[in-house]
């Protein structure tokens, strides 16, 4: 169940904002690490979670002018927060070619697998769908 207090709690806690320059993104890159470090996030630090990785990904397409965020970028980025390798992702989406595949940009992310990847990355699985 959603609690609007301590979502609220965690938003004065973190001030979430529109990210500026690169040490502000610093900042909230070591938040999403820190969020993606623990084991049973709660709803409302899910939320905050999801919050901050659209912050990120907003400055860095604006300030480094790489292409749109994909879920293939976003699936990269959250692997690289926590230092995962493609192996470390088989048991939650096939066989180490198939991980391979994503990763690479040949194989796209089907709605079974993007359900797998949000619970294990506490993150909404339409985050690795294109819409």
């Keep these: 169940m959603f609690d609007s207090d ?19 993104n610093e900042i909230f890159l070591e938040i999403v690490e820190s969020l993606l470090s623990r084991n049973n996030l709660t709803p409302e ?3 905050l979670l999801e919050l901050l990785v659209k912050l990120i990904e907003d400055f860095e397409e604006t300030h480094y002018k790489i292409n749109a965020s994909t879920p293939h970028s976003r699936l990269l980025h959250l692997m690289d ?9 088989v048991e939650i989406i096939g066989t180490i070619d198939m991980v391979t595949e994503i990763v690479n940009s ?3 992310i089907t709605k079974k697998q993007a359900e797998a990847l949000g619970k294990f990355f506490h993150v909404n699985p339409s985050l690795f769908l294109f819409n």
């Design 81 to 89: 927060a926590r230092s995962l390798e493609p192996a470390d992702l």
């Design 6 to 24: 301590k979502y609220s709690s965690l938003l004065s806690q973190y001030q979430p904002r529109i990210i500026k320059n690169e040490d502000e």
């Design 106 to 108: 040949q194989l796209e």
């Design 45 to 47: 630090e899910d939320t």
